[in-house]
């Protein structure tokens, strides 16, 4: 019963960081749901690193893994070419 529900954490925990990334970065962007909560999952794990090697608190984390987000929503709307007009 824990794996389900781990698996619905994760991805409502991928889809906010991904949407709070998506909301820092000026524009609109045409990168799609999955796309948004793969960007989310990636920049919380990656966040959460950064953050564990610094040892911050959990405010500090959160600031992190939406910044990383945010990062990753400019290169890959960028590498992909589809912002939205």
């Known amino acids: 019963m824990d794996a389900p529900t781990g698996l619905i954490s994760a991805l409502f925990t991928g889809l906010v960081i991904g949407v709070l990334g998506r909301l820092i970065i000026p524009g609109r962007q045409a990168i799609g749901c999955l796309l948004t909560i793969l960007i989310g999952l990636l920049g919380a794990a990656l966040g ?11 405010l500090l984390t959160l600031l992190l893994q939406v910044a990383v987000a945010a990062v990753l929503v400019l290169v890959i709307s960028t590498i992909t070419g589809r912002d939205a007009p």
């Open 48 to 58: 959460l690193v950064v953050a564990r090697a610094a040892d911050a608190g959990w």
